[in-house]
Structures are given as C-alpha cells and as structure tokens.
T-cell receptor, first 115, second 116 residues
Framework: GAVVSQHPSRVICKSGTSVKIECRSLDFQATTMFWYRQFPKKSLMLMAT?????????EQGVEKDKFLINHASLTLSTLTVTSAHPEDSSFYIC???????????FGPGTRLTVL | AQSVTQLGSHVSVSEGALVLLRCNYS??????LFWYVQYPNQGLQLLLK??????LVKGINGFEAEFKKSETSFHLTKPSAHMSDAAEYFCAVRNAPTTGANNLFFGTGTRLTVIP
C-alpha cells in the first residue's frame, strides 16, 4: 500500500514551453502533497506544500507564478512549470501524506530537461 | 528551525563491512526522524523512522538507527554491507505533531559505495 506515482518519468521540452507533472496517490487519499526539487548530487529542496482544495503554500524563493500547483482531488496534484528555461532542468519529486499521518510517501520522480 | 547535518558526503566500505552513516539534527524539541534511500533516477524509499518509544529502530534491508537525544544524533548502521546497498542516503527530520510546521527537512545526503 501507500504507492505514489508520477507522470511522466522523463520529459524533454523546448525553452519557453510549459510542462505539467502529475502526482497521484494510488491506494490512499492524500490530504497533503509536497513538491520537491533535487539538483544533481544535492538534497531535496521543498518547493511547496499543497492541501486538497486550497492554495499551495510556497517556500521562500520559489516563484508561485512559475511553478503552478493544483491539488484538485485527494489523489491528484499537478505541478506545471510555465515558460520553462534550461535552469529549470532538474529532478522533481512529489510526496503524499495521509490526513493526520506522520509519514510522507514519495513518488519515483520526474526528470525534466529543458533545451 | 530544524536542520539536519550528514557528516561525509561520500562513504566507502568493503562488502561485508560495517556501514555507519552519521546524522545530527538541531531542534528545540524531540523531532521525528527518518532515513531514506535513493537509487539512481528514482524517488525516495523509507528505510526507517523514529517517532516515539524505543530509541533503537530497525528498518528494512537490515538497517537500524538509534535516536540519542543527548547527542542529537540518529546514525544509520548495518552490520554487513551488501553490494545492493550502494545508493544515496538521506536523513530527514520533522517536528512532532502539534509542535510546529510538519514538513520534512532533509540532510544533504551521503553516497554509499560498496567495494567488492
């Protein structure tokens, strides 16, 4: 149980285009989902926390207009990287947590490459 | 604010040798502590966690960690390394419920290499 999926696993796009990444909790309802960014050989940096049905809370330094997060249902959150640039290339990982739970369940990540 | 320090960005051990990955945290109150493993181009997999109770926690794949409040440490150990243990390991901390923000704070990671 507690499986989180991400789609796509890899995406390559041209500079200036927008890319949407989906995060799904497959066998549980996730009231809270988290989006992380991981640079090569670096740790995970929390970008934002989203609660179902409400606006996401962004960490300091993360542009909310650039990284659009939607958490429309208890099993799906999406991250849209708008007008992507090469510096947005990174590994994006989502996680999901049950209401009142202590543990975050992580997705397998999405490798974004912006040409 | 929470912070996590992992001493040693790279650790190499021989197959069959003891694995010791260090993690220290800073927190004004006892936090919840986690160790995750990440294989190349994959997400994070939970190895073990400490929330309350017994301070020696056993996890998957033969790993264990001990919460030492006096040392603010949560070091990860495994008696005998296996080739399949080669991966990146992350220590993470979060506040206990009702004691503050409950998002995870990660250390910078330790890459474990196992030498045949």
């Amino acid at each position: 149980g507690a499986v989180v999926s991400q789609h796509p696993s890899r995406v390559i796009c041209k500079s200036g285009t927008s890319v949407k990444i989906e995060c799904r909790s497959l066998d549980f309802q996730a009231t809270t989902m988290f989006w992380y960014r991981q640079f090569p050989k670096k740790s995970l940096m929390l970008m934002a926390t989203s609660n179902e049905g409400s606006k996401a809370t962004y960490e300091q330094g993360v542009e909310k207009d650039k990284f659009l997060i939607n958490h429309a249902s208890l099993t799906l959150s999406t991250l849209t990287v708008t007008s992507a640039h090469p510096e947005d290339s990174s590994f994006y990982i989502c996680s999901a947590r049950l209401a009142g739970g202590n543990e975050q369940f992580f997705g397998p990540g999405t490798r974004l490459t912006v040409l | 604010a929470q912070s996590v320090t992992q001493l040693g960005s790279h650790v190499s051990v021989s197959e069959g040798a003891l694995v010791l990955l260090r993690c220290n945290y800073s927190s004004s109150v006892p936090p919840y502590l986690f160790w995750y493993v990440q294989y190349p181009n994959q997400g994070l997999q939970l190895l073990l966690k400490y929330t309350t109770g017994a301070t020696l926690v056993k996890g998957i794949n033969g790993f264990e960690a001990e919460f030492k409040k006096s040392e603010t440490s949560f070091h990860l150990t495994k008696p005998s390394a296996h080739m399949s243990d080669a991966a990146e390991y992350f220590c993470a901390v979060r506040n206990a419920p009702t004691t503050g923000a409950n998002n995870l704070f990660f250390g910078t990671g330790t890459r474990l290499t196992v030498i045949p």
